[in-house]
């Protein structure tokens, strides 16, 4: 059974910064392609970052420049690193992966970031 679990949100005042963790287990971690994504308050959930199993990165524009994902195999674990937050960024941020040979999603739980202005 694929399980993620994420950490790392929390309350911050615009322009911080955090860093949020997402551990993988059930499924071969270095194989899969992994991503961040966020839900705001009546507004439909988003991609933010995603990462292949190769390392190749993509962002959204509103988060370019800003924030970084990355994984650690070793750990089976992805990041991501959020830099000069801001209110907008302000939503409940979730891990998913979608290994090839099962075509299926698999969610974290969530975790809130708030950034206050």
């Known amino acids: 059974q694929v399980q993620l679990v994420e950490s790392g949100g929390g309350l911050v005042q615009a322009g911080g910064s955090l860093r949020l963790s997402c551990t993988v287990s059930g499924t071969i971690f270095s194989l899969v392609p992994m991503g961040w994504y966020r839900q705001a308050p009546g507004r439909q959930r988003e991609l933010v970052a995603s990462?292949?199993?190769?390392?190749?990165?993509d962002y959204a524009v509103s988060v370019e420049g800003r924030f970084a994902i990355s994984r650690d195999n070793a750990k089976n674990t992805v990041y991501l690193q959020m830099n000069s937050l801001k209110p907008e960024d302000t939503a409940v941020y979730y891990c998913q992966t979608k290994p090839f040979w099962t075509g299926m999603d698999y969610w974290g739980k969530g975790t809130l970031v708030t950034v206050s202005s």
């Open positions: 990462i292949t199993s190769g390392g190749n990165t």
